[in-house]
């Protein structure tokens, strides 16, 4: 299997109220205080030494109050700066020695210093730019070098963060540059809030990768799969509709039957209806119908449909579904796809467990303030390598496509969520994904 | 409630469609019992009446085919395959493997149900031809040693003479041996009994038990 990866490349981005980021964005930030500016940059820098990444500075402080402002924060910065993991710059002589060079160099230097940092070992390259002295005199380049940055760091293991103080800069200056950022930070009491605009940029880079996924599938597999799919609801309608007509020319008629018959029609025409939008939202880039959910309903839902297909007794599934989980925004459907193919998944691997009874445990939990958690803990026999399971086409079952957790893992990345696994201590393996909580709810 | 006469059993994996066959077979008059897995099959005590079986291929535990396979080795109900994918190597390969039928989903009600009637007649008919086998072995078994020497001689149309000069006996011994056979066989003609020698693969001439 060449070239796809759908291994999600994001990490911890530090600051509080925001979780995870990929790798890649170019953010903005306008402080009002030298305060502001530490508080932000502290726990950021922080996340970076956790993740072993190599960080980089532009600071607008000399380098020994930047060093100092470091200190204050938690143990372990300083280390970072004393083995050479973190470097600050100060912000005047970086601007005086870049000074006079075109956007491509600057550009340049920070590709090649990611390059330095990954060959290190390091995990990517976390920057904060401050770019305070350069307004007054050199603000079309400022821009240009801006607008070039963005596009440049897209695809790479870089985390940009560009540093403006509020009180320099014009209201004109502050639209072009939210304009050359992604995405622009900002301050909410406690909390600090990226704009949305995280979340599509995830989506749209989500979708690119699934179609990559989904042109590695033949046509003919892909189509037999989805033949299946809409063949049992029709058949289904086929049949109900052929007995309701019966027993309408029954004498007398039977109603009773006719009515139920009929509204089982209009349900599994529905549920075609809805493979089908289901697979248009899958495979081509109409964004899935996002509605406010409650991740717990679709849980119960999903267990009373698998439980249907499971022998009584064979298998038990048990849900520990945390109350008043809040709500989050999704395509039912799709999540619904997801929801079963884990469940079925985890089925599946308890198909030779014989030592201990066959358990597959539900948890839903909100983590932290932004995300719902869902883990699905099976107790087969684990995996050999849980990325793996994840690439496409890789499957252990015979009669597999080895695509269910391909696209499972696009859909709940379509979502802004992760889905991961892992080896359980004892027993089997566990499926995690993590959703984003409906913004409204987030008190 | 009391046993049906004849019954069709719905092995499919997808609720919906055991719950719309079993509506329609309702609605024509017929007995069905609905199962989701190779494994459920298997485990359900089957009545004793003329059955047939609704088997979709793709099945949650064991392939519809593999199922077919299994079941080849003893008796059971004519299966007409049902599939949502209906590619032309598995239908090739169910029905040379003995599939009444084999039909893609979505299928219309009457191609099913003459599907369905012509596997309960098969199955009845099979039903009868095995009883009545059954009987007969029960017959056989229930003659005596030297009977069951007797009873290969006398249907390879040797004369009484000749078959009591094979055993070493007496002809009159011999007649007396083949007239108990005759009569615990319940055969009306030597040519019954031929006929019956013949079902129970009993070589003419050789002794041979079932």
């Known amino acids: ?443 | 409630m009391t046993s049906p006469d004849q019954l069709v059993m719905v092995v499919d994996d997808d609720y919906r469609v055991r719950e719309a066959l079993q509506e329609l077979l309702r609605a024509a008059g017929l007995c069905s019992v609905a199962l989701g897995s190779a494994a459920e099959y298997s485990a359900y005590a089957k009545p004793d009446v003329p059955a047939c079986l609704i088997l979709d291929v793709e099945l949650p535990d064991i392939n519809g085919l593999d199922l077919q396979r299994q079941l080849a080795e003893g008796y059971h109900p004519p299966i007409i395959f049902v599939t949502g994918r209906g590619d032309i190597p598995s239908s090739v390969r169910a029905i040379k493997a003995g599939a009444l039928d084999f039909l893609t989903k979505p299928f219309s009600d009457h191609e099913l149900l003459r599907g369905v009637h012509a596997a309960l007649a098969h199955d009845r008919e099979q039903r009868a031809r095995q009883a009545d086998l059954n009987r007969l072995k029960q017959r056989f078994h229930s003659l005596t040693r030297r009977e069951r020497e007797v009873l290969p001689l006398v249907v390879s149309g040797l004369l009484n003479k000749q078959a009591a000069a094979q055993l070493g006996i007496s002809e009159v011994t011999l007649q007396i041996h083949r007239t108990n056979v005759m009569r615990k066989m319940e055969a009306a003609s030597l040519a019954d009994l031929v006929r019956m020698a013949g079902r129970l693969n009993i070589p003419a001439s050789q002794t041979h038990y079932v």
């Not at chain 1, 599938?217 to 007509?245: D, F, G, M, R, Y």
């Not at chain 1, 026999?381 to 080895?402: H, I, R």
Request: hydrophobic share 40%.
């Open chain 1, 1 to 443: 299997m060449s070239a796809v990866s759908l291994v999600a490349d994001f990490t911890k981005y530090g600051i509080p109220g925001i979780d995870e980021v990929p790798f890649g964005i170019h953010v903005c930030h306008f402080y009002r205080a030298r305060e502001d500016l530490v508080d932000a940059l502290v726990p950021y820098f922080a996340a970076g030494l956790g993740n072993n990444e190599r960080c980089v500075w532009v600071t607008p402080f000399s380098t020994d109050e930047a060093t100092a402002a470091l200190g204050r924060g938690p143990p372990g910065l300083g280390a970072m700066l004393d083995k050479g993991q973190m470097e600050i710059v100060d912000a005047r002589c970086w601007h005086a020695s870049t000074k006079g060079t075109d956007e491509n160099s600057v550009v340049q230097f920070w590709l090649h210093e990611e390059e330095k940092a990954l060959s290190k070992g390091y995990q990517g390259l976390r920057s904060a730019v401050d770019t305070s002295f350069l307004y007054a005199d050199d603000w079309d380049t400022l821009m240009d070098y801006e607008g070039a940055v963005g596009d440049a760091i897209r695809d790479r293991r870089i985390l940009m963060l560009c540093t403006y103080d509020a009180h320099r800069c014009q209201a004109t200056g502050v639209l072009e540059t939210v304009r050359t950022h992604q995405h622009t930070l900002d301050r909410r009491d406690v909390n600090w809030e990226i704009d949305s605009l995280v979340r599509e940029e995830s989506l749209r880079t989500m979708r690119a990768r699934l179609e990559h996924a989904t042109q590695l599938a033949t046509v003919a597999e892909l189509s037999a799969a989805i033949a299946h799919e809409v063949n049992q609801p029709l058949a289904a309608v086929a049949s109900n509709a052929s007995a309701c007509l019966r027993w309408l020319s029954a004498t007398p008629p039977n109603l009773e039957r006719v009515r139920l018959t009929a509204e089982r029609i209009v349900r599994d025409a529905n549920s075609a209806a809805e493979v089908v939008n289901g697979v248009r939202a899958l495979f081509k880039r109409s964004a899935p119908a996002a509605v406010p959910l409650n991740l717990n309903e679709v849980i119960e839902e999903v267990r009373q449909l698998v439980l249907e297909e499971v022998c009584s007794g064979e298998v038990s599934i048990e849900n520990d579904l945390e109350r008043n989980l809040p709500r989050i925004v999704a395509d039912r459907v799709q999540l619904q796809q997801v929801m079963v193919n884990l469940f079925r998944n985890g089925i599946e691997a308890m198909e030779r467990t014989v030592d201990v009874p066959k358990l597959l445990s539900i948890r839903s939990r909100r983590e932290g303030k932004h995300y719902v958690r869902v883990e699905i803990c099976d107790r087969g026999s684990g995996l050999q390598d849980p990325e793996n399971a994840f690439k496409p086409f890789f499957t252990t079952k015979k009669n597999g496509m080895g695509m269910g957790l391909a696209i499972s893992r696009s859909i709940i990345e379509a979502h802004s969520g992760r889905l991961w696994a892992t080896n359980n201590q004892g027993w089997g393996a566990t499926f995690c994904l993590t959703l984003p909580v409906l913004s409204s709810e987030l008190q």
